[in-house]
C-alpha cells in the first residue's frame, strides 16, 4: 500500500492526511523532472489534452483505450498492465505520478487501478493539470521515448473493488454505506447519459437506494487541489459516512467513484471502501435492479 516513503519526499506536509506522502505539490514535481526512478503520466477525460501540451516527459494514458478492455467491457487483465508498464519503462520500484484534468478524475481512477495491480509507488500531483497551468509552468508537445523495461505485475488486489452483487449484499446491510459521486443532476435522474460519455447510455436513470450524494468535486478547491482533512472529515461525516463504516462510492465510470476512493481511503484512512467500477453503467442497465429518484 502506498504510504511507505517518508514525509520528506515532497508532499503536503502541513496537512495531517492519513497518508500524505500520495500528494506532491507542483514545486517537487517540478524539481524531479528529470529523475529516471520517477514516471510522470497525464490522464485527462479529454485525452485531446496531452497532445495540445503536457508536462515535459508525461506519458499519455489514455483510458479509452489504455486501461479499458475492448472485448469484455472490463479494466485490463494482469498481462495488458504489464504490457503497458513496459511500453512506458515503468519498474516494480518505479514511482509514479499521475496528473489531468477534472479535478484529477481519471488521475484518481489510474491510481485506483495502478493499486488494483498491487504497484507501491504512486502519487497524485495536487491540483493536477490546472494547477501546472495556472502556475505557467513549462509544457511541451514532444513525446518522449523509453526503452521497455521489466515489469512483474500481482494478482488484483479485489478488496478495493466492488462489484454489483456487494452493492447488492450493502443494500440489505444498514451499517454499509453508498456514496453517490455522481452531480446532483444526475443522482436525481435528470440526466439519461453524460455528454462526455455519449457510448455509455443506461434505460433507467436515478441513484441506487439510500445512496448518499457528495459529488467528488466536493472535496477539492477552486484550483482543483484537495481539501484540507477536516474540511473533508466534515463533509463525509455529515453525511454519516464514518470510518467505522464498509462504504462503496459509484458514479457513472468509475472514475468519480475512485476520486471519493482516493479522498476516503489515503486521505483519511478509512479502511473498508471499495470503488464500484460498473457504476451506473452498470447498474442503470441491470434488470430489476432498485432506483430511486
Not at 526503452?147 to 447488492?168: C, G, W
Not at 479522498?263 to 483519511?268: N, P, S
Request: with cysteine.
Amino acid at each position: 500500500m502506498p504510504g511507505t516513503e517518508t514525509a520528506s519526499s515532497g508532499m503536503n506536509a502541513a496537512s495531517d492526511y492519513a497518508y500524505p506522502e500520495v500528494l506532491v505539490e507542483t514545486d517537487w514535481v517540478a524539481e524531479h523532472l528529470n529523475d529516471p526512478h520517477i514516471r510522470l503520466i497525464e490522464v485527462d477525460a479529454d485525452v485531446s489534452l496531452y497532445e495540445v501540451g503536457h508536462i515535459p516527459g508525461a506519458v499519455k494514458l489514455d483510458w479509452h483505450a489504455d486501461i479499458q478492455d475492448q472485448l469484455t467491457h472490463d479494466v485490463v487483465d494482469q498481462a495488458s498492465f504489464e504490457r503497458l508498464m513496459k511500453q512506458w519503462s515503468i519498474a516494480n520500484d518505479t514511482t509514479i505520478v499521475f496528473y489531468g484534468d477534472q479535478h484529477n478524475w481519471y488521475a484518481c481512477y489510474a491510481f485506483w487501478l495502478f493499486t488494483l495491480y498491487c504497484h507501491q509507488k504512486l502519487k497524485i500531483m495536487n491540483g493536477g493539470r490546472r494547477k501546472w497551468k495556472t502556475e505557467q509552468r513549462s509544457m511541451t508537445s514532444e513525446v518522449p521515448h523509453f526503452a521497455p523495461t521489466t515489469y512483474r505485475a500481482q494478482q488484483p488486489d479485489k478488496r478495493i473493488r466492488a462489484y454489483r452483487d456487494n452493492v447488492i449484499y450493502a443494500l440489505k446491510n444498514p451499517g454499509r454505506r453508498l456514496v453517490d459521486a455522481r452531480s446532483p443532476q444526475e443522482y436525481a435522474g435528470e440526466l439519461l447519459y453524460m455528454v462526455e460519455y455519449p457510448r455509455e447510455r443506461v434505460q433507467r436513470v436515478g441513484h441506487i437506494p439510500g445512496a448518499k450524494n457528495i459529488p467528488c468535486v466536493t472535496a477539492t478547491r477552486a484550483d482543483g487541489t484537495f481539501k484540507s482533512a477536516e474540511e473533508l472529515r466534515q463533509i463525509y461525516g455529515g453525511h454519516d459516512v464514518t470510518p467505522d463504516k464498509e462504504v462503496i462510492a459509484y458514479c457513472w465510470l468509475g472514475e468519480r467513484s475512485a476520486h471519493t476512493w482516493f479522498v476516503l481511503t489515503k486521505l483519511l484512512g478509512y479502511p473498508r471502501v471499495r470503488n464500484y467500477d460498473g457504476s451506473w453503467a452498470e447498474w442503470g442497465n441491470i434488470v430489476g435492479a432498485p432506483i430511486e429518484r
